[in-house]
């Protein structure tokens, strides 16, 4: 079963209490306090594991609760802690609280989200002693559990996503170009919820496909559950138009591929200027010809054709767009190289601006450079002859 939005109430452990306890051993008076502190609450844990599809694994169940912490004791023994609750959610899933805010969006493999955050176990009374304080009797206890109600909503990550009205022959080019086993019958709306399936190109490339239900005119605003099926469109690098030659209720197929365009574009300006390769599927049928050219003049390029049924153009339509996913992969790393050197580049600065200059500053005279006096050597005294003596 496909489920792809799901409410849930999440609860983290509660912090175990410190224990109030005193060392008494004989022989050993006045042992003092070893009262040990409470172990820390479980936390409830969110992680994007690849493999999970669907969120039916928290469907059948509401309250999801991690163990809480175990209180101290004595000898100062530390509680237990709680064991952390993880739930593996699909990667693409969007986490929403009760006002609708979004905490976190779990796009890529991997990524983790603390949905509720355990208790912090609480002190025993050793932590309290002091000089003055040898038997202390205080504590504290462990924190108050965090509870929530989350709101989970997948939006499939792929590739490339496969897009077209219904009975356009998605579901049976996704069964021929991977593993997958969709749905498949003769009247329209057989695909109900999206299918991935893995296109492997060669030895060592492959690319994520999805199968989207059909879209109809009205879909932006929600009419044959477009909604529902357009939101799992966003999530797509590259849209794959399906264009089928004979539609069961006899409308253009031309006029049907513009109808789709335009619901995209009213939907989402970006799903509109997304990338995509229109493809005229079940070209065995008579019409298929004609319809290829008409559309190839109304765009004024060629437009390729294939058939699911004959496997003709398959291969082609594989490298194609593998082609088209290295293309939009290169480009996106030169923006985020270009993004990274702007924010790494240091901004100019601006040249310091002169204040006026006050009048107590201009009316003071200039300042007067003071003599420089350079020091003499001092002078030696004449060296004096000696007085006559006198002899009687």
């Not at 994520?208 to 109809?216: C, E, N, Q, R, S």
Request: with cysteine.
């Amino acid at each position: 079963m496909f489920v792809d939005r799901v409410t849930i109430n999440v609860q983290s452990g509660k912090g175990g209490d410190g224990a109030v306890s005193f060392r008494r051993e004989k022989f050993i008076p006045r042992g003092g306090p070893d009262g040990g502190d409470g172990g820390d609450g479980g936390s409830v844990i969110m992680i994007a594991q690849p493999g999970v599809d669907s969120l039916a694994l928290l469907a059948h169940k509401r309250h999801w609760t991690a163990d809480s912490g175990d209180k101290g004791s004595g000898a100062n023994c530390y509680g237990r802690a709680g064991q952390d609750l993880t739930l593996l959610v699909p990667p693409g899933t969007i986490v929403r609280d009760t006002r609708g805010f979004v905490l976190k969006d779990l796009s890529t493999p991997g990524d983790t989200l603390i949905a509720a955050k355990g208790g912090k176990g609480g002190k025993g009374n050793t932590r309290f002693k002091s000089s003055i304080n040898r038997a202390p009797r205080q504590f504290t206890a462990g924190e108050e559990a965090e509870s929530r109600q989350l709101m989970l909503e997948l939006k499939v990550i792929a590739d490339v996503g496969l897009i077209g009205l219904p009975n356009a022959g998605k579901s049976t080019l996704l069964s021929r170009m991977s593993r997958a086993r969709p749905e498949i019958a003769d009247y329209p709306f057989t695909t109900k919820f999206p299918n991935l399936g893995i296109v492997n190109v060669g030895p060592d490339k492959q690319f994520v496909m999805a199968d989207i239900p059909g879209l109809i005119e009205g879909a932006h605003a929600g009419v044959g559950l477009g909604h529902e099926f357009l939101r799992h469109v966003e999530r797509a690098g590259l849209l794959v138009h399906l264009v089928e030659p004979m539609p069961m209720d006899g409308s253009d197929p031309v006029a049907n591929y513009h109808a789709i365009r335009k619901e995209l574009e009213l939907y989402s300006t970006n799903l509109g200027a997304r990338p995509e390769i229109v493809v005229i599927s079940k070209c065995e049928l008579p019409d298929a010809v004609d319809v290829r050219r008409r559309l190839s003049e109304d765009l004024g390029r060629e437009i390729p054709a294939l058939s699911a049924v004959t496997g003709e153009s398959l291969n082609e339509l594989r490298y194609t767009i593998v082609a088209r996913l290295d293309e939009l992969k290169e480009a996106a790393a030169k923006a985020e190289a270009a993004k990274a050197q702007t924010a790494t580049e240091p901004a100019p600065r601006a040249p310091a601006e002169q204040g006026p200059v006050s009048e107590r500053s201009t009316s003071m005279p200039p300042a007067t450079e003071e003599p420089v006096i350079e020091p003499t050597a001092p002078e030696t005294p004449a060296p004096q002859s000696p007085a006559p003596q006198h002899t009687a």
